[in-house]
């Protein structure tokens, strides 16, 4: 192992070069190494042409991750499981077909990193069919340029199988916390695992290099065997970083209470205002079943455990996080993927062989369109892609799933008191729709797999079933016809449509318990 600059492991990455990041959004994410990158390439001219892979998104929409890539001529390729927080420069350039680009399920790419590292000719899987990762419908393309099929349809003992062949990589980036003098790497002051040994393991398999970023080099033999996550064997560089471009989430620089180092006490944490967002937490939260393993998707579902620790009932069932974490409570906003008081932080990609194996008792996720069929779209808006994450390793194999946000978009504000809800100014785009602008769930498959699967919004609440989306319940002081039919490109099923509980619109609740009671009977 070597101890190196930034900018000289920069000058190590070839023209052409196949690269694999580590890092979600910020979390994790080796942003000295990047700008080292970026500073060659600026400066010389190289690296040129490179293909990127990540599991997750990189950046925090602004000044990092891979806006360091954003430069005509450096980047050919770039395929992620999400490019939320990719940045403007680099979306620019996806939209415009400037670069190649590719969306595939965090989930699978994580287990890809495995796949990889062992030699094996590729992943088989059969998260993504029927969704746009499908090559029968988008192959996960993202633009005209990109006209590979990177992932294939094939036939495997009588089923439809997706094959993500493995790639040859050249370099791996990846992060940790401290390195001692022979390479070993803690990730100590990490909120999350993720893949960073996976793709270790991936690049020297392929006969690549190991770069990574730490905070501080220890005395070789000071660290506890335990503790070190990635050999020294595994690693060929590495390089101390600057606290700046070290911070453990988007928000954070450092908080030992999202690392496990300590435990905040659940009265700390700030209750939701009532508002939209409440109403839907709490509604969603009715679906939570004693003993229950469920998961939370980023947005309105990060609400659910703050309801439910607000209703005293959080020691009731388990929480997780696609990201590695089980048990705790899910951070928000600019922290997202991290959690509070966890009880257990492992691998993502072993997160996702709980998840892809059935573990998972109900999730609960966005809702940005839907449609008739039940099918639903997080992933692509207005033509732009923003990528799927972890949401089609989920959907796929969860049987209880609750898809959550506000009935319309754009603007919508709401009066919530005094038991009911009233509707100030609507919001001015559709999200209940004739037609999805991108598969990520198909709700045709679900139903036939008979997944139990819901749609709640602060103003009426949809069943899937398999002639289409049901109407099952509406918010008190709503109107059918004005607040809900008419804001909808299609006429749900309506059976016995009843009204929503007066509680979950009222300053103080208290019935999350009795009807978790309820289910355990």
């Given amino acids: 192992m070597k101890i190196i600059t930034a900018n000289e492991a920069g000058a190590l990455i ?60 450096m980047i050919k390729r770039t395929i992620a499981g999400h490019f939320g927080q990719t940045g403007a420069e680099m979306m620019k350039m996806v939209f415009a077909g400037e670069v190649e680009a590719y969306n595939f399920p965090q989930g699978s790419l994580s287990h890809l990193t495995r796949h990889i590292a062992s030699r094996s000719p590729g992943l088989l899987t059969k998260v993504g069919l029927g969704t746009f990762v499908d090559p029968r419908i988008e192959g996960g393309k993202l633009n005209a340029k990109s006209t590979e099929d990177v992932v ?44 960073q040994i996976n793709i270790a393991h991936a690049a020297k398999a392929c006969g690549g290099i190991v770069i990574a970023q730490v905070e501080r080099i220890v005395k070789a033999g000071s660290l506890h065997p335990k503790a070190v996550k990635i050999p020294g064997v595994s690693v060929d560089y590495v390089v101390v970083s600057q606290p700046e471009n070290h911070m453990q989430t988007i928000a954070t620089q450092f908080n030992p209470a999202l690392c496990g180092d300590v435990r905040v006490p659940t009265s700390s944490l700030e209750p939701m205002p009532l508002d939209e967002r409440k109403v ?87 809702l940005a369109q839907a449609d008739n069929s039940g099918n639903v779209n997080v992933s692509k808006f207005n033509g732009r892609p923003v990528g799927c994450g972890g949401f089609v390793n989920i959907t796929r194999s969860t049987p209880n799933l609750v898809f959550c946000g506000t009935f319309t978009a754009g603007g ?41 699967v819901l749609f709640v919004t602060e103003r009426a609440v949809f069943q899937l079933t398999t002639a289409g989306l049901e109407l099952t319940e509406i918010a008190p002081g709503i109107d059918l016809e004005r607040d809900v039919l008419a804001h909808m490109g299609f006429k749900p099923i309506m059976n016995n449509v009843k009204t929503m509980d007066a509680g979950l619109f009222s300053a103080t609740w208290g019935g999350l318990g009795a009807a978790m009671a309820a289910k355990a009977v």
């Fill in 14 to 73: 070839k023209d052409n070069a196949t690269i694999f990041l580590g890092g979600l959004a910020v979390t994790s994410l080796p942003e000295e190494v990047l700008k080292g990158v970026e500073h060659n390439f600026l400066t010389t001219g190289h690296p040129r042409q490179v293909t990127t892979w990540a599991c997750g998104a990189i950046g925090n929409s602004k000044d990092a991750g891979m806006v360091h890539f954003a430069h005509a001529g």
């Fill in 152 to 195: 294939k349809l094939v036939e495997f003992q009588g089923e439809e199988w997706l094959f993500y062949p493995s790639p040859k990589i050249d370099v791996a980036i990846i992060r940790g916390t401290l390195s001692d003098e022979n390479g070993n790497i803690t990730l100590d002051k990490e909120g999350v695992l993720l893949e």
């Fill in 280 to 366: 839907i937490a709490r509604r969603c939260a009715l679906e939570l079943k004693p003993g229950a393993i469920t998961n939370l998707g980023i947005g309105i579902p990060a609400g659910v455990p703050s309801v439910a620790a607000e209703e005293g009932v959080s020691d009731q069932f388990t929480l997780s996080i696609e990201s590695g974490i089980t048990g705790g409570i899910p951070a928000q906003l600019g922290d997202f993927g991290v959690a509070y008081n966890a009880e257990a932080i492992i691998e993502q990609s072993l997160q996702f062989d709980f998840y892809d194996g059935g573990g998972l008792d109900a999730s609960f996720l966005g």
């Fill in 412 to 452: 919508l504000k709401v009066a919530v008191g005094d038991g009911k809800l009233t509707i100030v100014t609507e919001g001015k785009s559709r999200k209940f729709i004739d037609k999805v602008e991108q598969i990520t769930f198909n709700g045709l498959d679900a139903a036939k797999r008979q997944q139990n």
